[in-house]
C-alpha cells in the first residue's frame, strides 16, 4: 500500500510531507468534504456538505434529515470514484448532532464505519 500525503497537509518532524496510511488517508477526505463549506475552496466552490455552516442552527429531527440528505451528496459527489458510500446516519440529541458514515474504499474493499461530532444551540 503507498502511503498518501494527509488532509489537511501537514510535515512530519524531518520536515517532509506527513505520510498516512491509506485508510486514515480517505477518513481525512471524508472528514474534509464533511467539513468544508460550499464556496470556501477557491477552485473547487461547490466542495463540501455545509455541515459546518449548520453549527449554530437549532437542532431537530429536521435538520438532521437535512444534514443526511447533504453529506450523501457531497461524498457521492466528490469521494465517489475513491469511496462507496454505503450508510449515513444523522442523530440530533440535545445539543450534539451525530453524523456516522459508513463507506467501502474502492480500491481494498475495506468497509469503514466513522462518527463525527459537532456541538450546536439548543
Known sequence: M?????????????????DVDEDTWVRGLV???????????????????????????????????TVQFLVQGALQQWLSDIVTTNNVEVT???????????????RTGLVETETFERGLNA
Do not use: C, K
Not at 2 to 18: E, L, N, V
Not at 31 to 51: D, Y
Not at 56 to 64: R, Y
Open 2 to 18: 503507498t502511503a498518501r500525503a494527509t488532509i489537511p497537509y501537514r510535515f512530519d518532524g524531518s520536515g517532509r510531507t506527513r
Open 92 to 106: 440530533a440529541v440535545e445539543a450534539t448532532l451525530t453524523v456516522r458514515v459508513t463507506y467501502t474504499i474502492l
Open 31 to 65: 472528514e474534509q468534504v464533511l467539513f468544508t463549506a460550499p464556496g470556501e475552496r477557491v477552485m473547487r466552490p461547490t466542495l463540501g456538505s455545509g455541515l459546518a455552516e449548520l453549527v449554530f442552527a437549532p437542532n431537530s429531527p429536521e435538520l438532521a434529515g
